[in-house]
C-alpha cells in the first residue's frame, strides 16, 4: 500500500514568491496533519485536519501560512510571501481515525529553501 | 502544557553494545507514548508504541515500557548495528490527537 505521499520533496525559492506543499494521506484515513521540523525548534505541529476540517490551527505561525483539505485525499499548505526563515522540512502525516491511541503515518517531508 | 525530554545526542556506540535513550514526559490524563525514528533524508518511521500504563512497545529488537510512576518510556535495545544509525524521537499522544515531540536523539553506531 502506498504511504502518505508528499510533493515536492525539494523546494527552492526566493523569498516573497509563494510556495505550495502538496500531501496525500493514507486512503482510508480521517486525520492529517501538517508538521515543520528545524534545528532550532524540532517538529512542530502545525495544523490537523479531520474528516477535511481544520480542527486545531493554533501551530500555523502567522497569516502567511495556510492549509486547506479540499477532499480526504488531498491537502496543501502554502506560504505567502515565503521568507528565509520559513526553510524547514515541512512533514504531512495521516491517521485512521483520529483517536488518541491511532498512530501518524508521516510522508517523506518536502525540503523548503527559502533565499 | 504537554511536554517530552528526550537525552541530547549523540549516542556514539559501538555495535552490538546496549543501547538506552532516556525519555520522560508531562502531560495531563493518559496519554499514549511513542517512539519514532528518522533515517538521514527519510521521512519519521513508528518504531513502537504504548497506549497504558506498564504496556511495553517492542519492534525490531527495541524496547520501552510505558513507567506511569516515574513518566517515562525509555527506549532500549540489547545489540545494535550499524543500520541502528539514526535520530530517534520520543512522543507522546494526547486527547486533543496532538503528536508532542521530544528533541530528538542522534545515534551513532561505530562497526
Known amino acids: 500500500d502506498a504511504g502518505v505521499i508528499q510533493s515536492p520533496r525539494h523546494e527552492v525559492t526566493e523569498m516573497g514568491q509563494e510556495v505550495t506543499l502538496r500531501c496525500k494521506p493514507i486512503?482510508?484515513?480521517?486525520?492529517l496533519f501538517w508538521y515543520r521540523q528545524t534545528m532550532m525548534r524540532g517538529l512542530e505541529l502545525l495544523i490537523y485536519?479531520?474528516?477535511?476540517?481544520?480542527?486545531?490551527d493554533s501551530g500555523m505561525p502567522e497569516d502567511r501560512f495556510s492549509a486547506k483539505m479540499p477532499n480526504a485525499s488531498f491537502s496543501t499548505l502554502k506560504i505567502q510571501p515565503s521568507e528565509p526563515r520559513d526553510s524547514a522540512v515541512y512533514f504531512c502525516?495521516?491517521?485512521?481515525?483520529?483517536?488518541?491511541?491511532?498512530?501518524?503515518?508521516f510522508g517523506p517531508g518536502t525540503r523548503l529553501t527559502v533565499l | 502544557g504537554d511536554s517530552v525530554t528526550q537525552m541530547e545526542g549523540p549516542v556514539t556506540l559501538s555495535e552490538e553494545a546496549f543501547l538506552t535513550i532516556n525519555c520522560t514526559y508531562t502531560?495531563?490524563?493518559?496519554?499514549?507514548l511513542f517512539w519514532y525514528v528518522q533515517y538521514p533524508g527519510e521521512g519519521l518511521q513508528l518504531l513502537l508504541k504504548a497506549t497504558k500504563a506498564d504496556d511495553k512497545g517492542s519492534n525490531k529488537g527495541f524496547e520501552a515500557t510505558y513507567r506511569k510512576e516515574t513518566t517515562s518510556f525509555h527506549l532500549e535495545k540489547g545489540s545494535v548495528q550499524v543500520s541502528d544509525s539514526a535520530v530517534y524521537f520520543c512522543a507522546l499522544l494526547n486527547a486533543g490527537n496532538m503528536l508532542t515531540f521530544g528533541g530528538g536523539t542522534r545515534l551513532m553506531v561505530k562497526p
Open positions: 502525516a495521516s491517521s485512521p481515525s483520529g483517536a488518541s491511541t491511532d498512530t501518524q503515518y
Open positions: 502531560a495531563t490524563g493518559y496519554p499514549s
Open positions: 485536519f479531520n474528516n477535511n476540517v481544520p480542527i486545531d
Open positions: 486512503s482510508g484515513h480521517n486525520s
